[in-house]
């Protein structure tokens, strides 16, 4: 886990596991129009380390990606560049 201080506080960010990942991106996507050819176990399995918040990022950014061309449906290559 990474840790921060702020002030006198220390921040930890955990690593959530494969069935966390999972269940983060199945609520930050459940309102989302996602594409048929998009399978969320292909991003929950990658071996990535990537904390809730950054994971919460990566979901935001496609959204904004399909909406910067005019899309209502977020397409596999709208979270490819989210993660880059």
Same mark, same amino acid.
């Given at each position: 886990?990474?840790?921060?201080?702020?002030?006198?506080?220390?921040?930890?960010?955990?690593?959530?596991?494969?069935?966390?990942?999972?269940?983060?991106?199945? %609520?930050?996507?459940?309102? @989302? &129009?996602?594409?048929?050819?998009?399978?969320?176990?292909?991003?929950?399995?990658?071996? !990535? #380390?990537?904390?809730?918040?950054?994971?919460?990022?990566? %979901?935001?950014?496609?959204? @904004? &990606?399909?909406?910067?061309?005019?899309?209502?449906?977020?397409?596999?290559?709208?979270? !490819? #560049?989210?993660?880059?």
């Amino acid at each position: 886990s990474t840790q921060s201080t702020w002030g006198d506080r220390k921040i930890e960010f955990f690593q959530p596991d494969r069935r966390q990942k999972r269940l983060i991106f199945q %609520v930050l996507t459940g309102k @989302m &129009n996602l594409s048929e050819d998009l399978d969320l176990e292909d991003y929950v399995s990658r071996p !990535d #380390k990537v904390s809730g918040a950054e994971i919460h990022a990566i %979901v935001q950014e496609a959204g @904004m &990606n399909a909406v910067r061309k005019n899309r209502y449906v977020i397409l596999p290559a709208d979270f !490819d #560049k989210a993660k880059k």
